[in-house]
Nanobody, 123 residues
Framework: QVQLVESGGGFVQTGGSQRLSCVAS????????MGWHRQAPGKERELVAT???????NYADSVKGRFTISRDNAKNTALLQMNNLRPEDTAVYYC?????????????????WGQGTQVTFSS
């Protein structure tokens, strides 16, 4: 199984910045799309930002112009730079990766989620 380990998060203030990172590991795999989703209390999980292996980003309207996603395909990592944070950005942020992994000589699709990292607004 491809495992995702997130780091970053914590307490943030209005207008502050935070950076999240995610590293994938576990066997031989290639990631097509990697990115971040978030879930606020009482709400459904929603897409924040993703990036294809070719470097094409996709952002939720609510974070455009404030968040920037980047990837290092060679290191199987994704970074989410969050600037100008707002109280509504408070949520658990989950790393997500979709792609293919080599299982017994065959490529099989996979989708993995990280354990989540909390970003909490603090006044």
């Amino acid at each position: 199984q491809v495992q995702l380990v997130e780091s970053g998060g914590g307490f943030v203030q209005t207008g502050g910045s935070q950076r999240l990172s995610c590293v994938a590991s576990g066997g031989i795999f290639r990631i097509d799309v990697m990115g971040w989703h978030r879930q606020a209390p009482g709400k459904e999980r929603e897409l924040v930002a993703t990036m294809t292996s070719g470097g094409i980003p996709n952002y939720a309207d609510s974070v455009k112009g404030r968040f920037t996603i980047s990837r290092d395909n060679a290191k199987n990592t994704a970074l989410l730079q969050m600037n100008n944070l707002r109280p509504e950005d408070t949520a658990v942020y989950y790393c997500n990766a979709r792609g293919e992994r080599l299982v017994e000589g065959q490529w099989r699709t996979f989708e993995s989620w990280g354990q989540g990292t909390q970003v909490t607004f603090s006044s």
